[in-house]
């Protein structure tokens, strides 16, 4: 069974950087599928982040692209986000997911992890 | 970037009825790339309906998803107390993916 684990602190201060880390577990990530990144500000609607394939290239949301960047580590199979210049207006819910290609539908999602922007 | 706009905004009906969904997108949408998902409270959101029309593994046949073009619908034959929940569309497109404000479908 596929299952994703974000990882990282609940808290981040405002200009700071937000690093958050996907784990993927019974399923490569290496294989055929991108792994994104979405956030759910708070009584507010789904945001997509960006979307990395496992030889690293990665596309981003036009605009968070001059601050985040998505990596991705195959030797432990994990992707990562990092978000720079945070302000209140990211504080979210984060999830990692896993991205069909082609179709680009979103079928496996983490737990998604809080992030809140505050000093 | 291309816009999906859901309605209506929340619906509220009996188990047993039947529940119908638009998403509408500002412009053309690849229908390979239009997707619905539930999300219940506290709960990771979970794949309907992925290329418009094609169920996902495990989704039961009372959802079925139809639409080409800028207009789709979700429709759930028979609600059953599990499907109680919030419904949101999301594509692909030029700009990345993007996501509908939801629908909200709620016991009578």
């Known amino acids: 069974q596929v299952q994703l684990q974000e990882s990282g602190p609940g808290l981040v201060k405002p200009s700071e950087t937000l690093s958050l880390t996907c784990t993927v577990s019974g399923f490569s990530i290496s294989g055929g599928f991108y792994w994104g990144w979405i956030r759910q500000p708070p009584g507010k609607g789904l945001e997509w982040i960006g979307n990395?394939?496992?030889?690293?290239?990665?596309n981003y949301s036009p605009s968070l692209r001059s601050r985040a960047t998505i990596s991705v580590d195959k030797s432990k199979n994990q992707f990562s986000l990092t978000l720079n210049s945070v302000t209140a207006a990211d504080t979210a819910l984060y999830y990692c997911?896993?991205?069909?290609?082609?179709?680009?539908?979103?079928?496996?999602w983490g737990k998604g992890t809080t992030v809140t922007v505050s000093s | 970037e291309i816009v999906l706009t859901q309605s209506p905004g929340s619906l509220s009906l009996s188990p047993g009825e039947r529940a119908i969904l638009s998403c509408r997108a500002s412009?053309?949408?690849?229908?390979?790339?239009l997707a619905w998902y539930q999300q219940s409270p506290g709960q990771a959101p979970r794949l309907l309906i992925f290329a418009a029309s094609s169920r996902a593994a495990g989704i039961p046949d009372r959802f079925s998803g139809s639409g080409s073009g800028t207009d789709f619908t979700l429709t759930i034959s028979r609600l059953e107390p599990e499907d109680f929940a919030f419904y949101f569309c999301?594509?692909?497109?030029?700009?990345?993916?993007?996501f509908g404000g939801g629908t909200k479908v709620e016991i009578k």
């Open positions: 412009e053309t949408v690849n229908s390979n790339s």
């Open positions: 990395i394939y496992h030889s690293g290239s990665a």
């Open positions: 999301q594509q692909y497109g030029g700009s990345g993916l993007t």
């Open positions: 997911a896993r991205v069909g290609i082609g179709y680009y539908y979103i079928d496996v």
